[in-house]
């Protein structure tokens, strides 16, 4: 080949690789991550969750683009957040953060494959026919953190026995709060405790709470599982802190933050899996075929030096079943 030739082929190939890459630009699947929570406090679970992809074969920026979508605990955002991202189209929505972002997926497409994290009952919530064989287009992880307000009601009241009045805050704009209500008062009749159902749905709820609280005189505190009290994590323990009550939370990142204590299933993990499971439908998995995961682990963290501030001597036997102790 003559050497006009030549530089003539190749400049004719290099004009053509700038559109190659745009071709495979425009080929690169999009995920959809639509969460109910703030980007400031959602850095663990993102993290995890694009471990998960790594996993299933999946590198954001290499064979993957990510829209990310954070309501900040605002509920009334998800339907229009859910709307944009399936008019790009996303190949994959994720929805997190409760079953009000899944809720909201679902209502949005029936096509477009969702995989959700959430803290209730997907078969009950219509999200699933059954966990083994959820059918439609959704599937994922439910972390069940909902269900466990007995569970936590029970080791708050081993932590402090005397105590005869509870109150316990909830969000009553949530599927998983309004469940949440009727399981703790039926948990504290068992354990014959006065119980105080307080309702919160946003921050301004947060703070009519805690002036409440302060007039009902309460013996301790359960807070609620719902992603309205992760997006003001600091704001609420700072808030029990000032009331020095006892209280026990739902996440681990309440007792790091200066919480008294936390009981909940490994929500890191459980957004590694929801990677996992959006690589596996990237490569062409349904979601009909994927059961929906479970926690086979629940970890119990206690804050010892929030404990002494309060008075409060953890019993042996309690400090022995904890996974964590915070000095």
Known sequence: ????????????????????????????????FLSTRSAKDSGKIVAAFKTGLEEAGFTEGKNFSTQYRFAEGQLDRLPQMAADL??????VLVAVGGSSSALVAKRATSAIPIVFVIGGDPVGLGLASSLSR?????????????DLAPKRLGLLRELVPNATALAALVNPNTPEGQGQSSDMRTAAHALALRLRILEAGDEKGIESAFATLAQDKA???????DPIFDVHRDKLVAHVAAA???????FRDFAVAGGLMS?????????????????????GARPSDLPIQQPTKFQLV??????????????????????????
């Open 86 to 91: 399936v008019r790009r189209p996303v190949a």
């Open 219 to 225: 013996d301790a505190l359960l807070v609620g599982s």
């Open 244 to 250: 020095a009550l006892p209280a026990i939370y739902q």
């Open 263 to 283: 009981y909940d299933p490994d929500i890191v993990d459980a957004h590694r899996q929801a990677g996992v499971y959006t690589g596996k439908i990237l490569k």
């Open 134 to 146: 959820p059918d439609g287009n959704a599937t994922g992880m439910t972390i069940i953190s909902a």
């Open 1 to 32: 080949m003559k050497r006009r030739e030549f530089i003539a082929v190749l400049g004719g190939a290099a004009g053509s690789w700038p559109l190659a890459a745009h071709a495979q630009q425009l080929a690169m699947p999009m995920i959809g």
């Open 302 to 327: 206690i804050n010892l030096k929030t404990a002494k501030t309060l008075g409060l001597e953890v019993p042996p036997t309690l400090l022995a079943r904890a996974d964590e102790v915070i000095e």
